[in-house]
């Protein structure tokens, strides 16, 4: 089983910057590809990027020259550094991890808010 548990959430002006982070921890695994989606009240969850193993990204529109995804491959860790939010950006984040091992199975983190302030 994979643990993913994120951080750096919180409260951030608009125009300001945040970095969350996504630590996965347990045994036994190996994760391929790592993303950050994102859920506002009222909204369906949706997807803020991804990252393969070897580093290949994709970002939604919404947050393409905004925010960066990236990955520490060593400490299973997986970054979204937030710059120039916009209160729409506000939203639970959460972490998603697709492992090699245990083959096919999808894990996710429990969220961290972060609000956008104007």
């Known amino acids: 089983q994979v643990q993913l548990v994120e951080s750096g959430g919180g409260l951030v002006q608009y125009g300001g910057s945040l970095r969350l982070s996504c630590a996965a921890s347990?045994?036994?695994?190996?994760?391929?590809?790592m993303g950050w989606y994102r859920q506002a009240p009222g909204k369906q969850r949706e997807l803020v990027a991804t990252?393969?193993?070897?580093?290949?990204?994709n970002y939604a529109d919404s947050v393409k020259g905004r925010f960066t995804i990236s990955r520490d491959n060593a400490k299973n860790t997986v970054y979204l550094n937030m710059n120039s939010p916009k209160p729409e950006d506000t939203a639970v984040y959460y972490c998603n991890a697709i492992a090699l091992v245990p083959a096919g199975k999808t894990f996710w983190g429990r969220g961290t808010q972060v609000t956008v302030s104007s």
């Open positions: 990252i393969t193993y070897g580093g290949a990204t």
């Open positions: 347990g045994s036994g695994f190996a994760l391929g590809a």
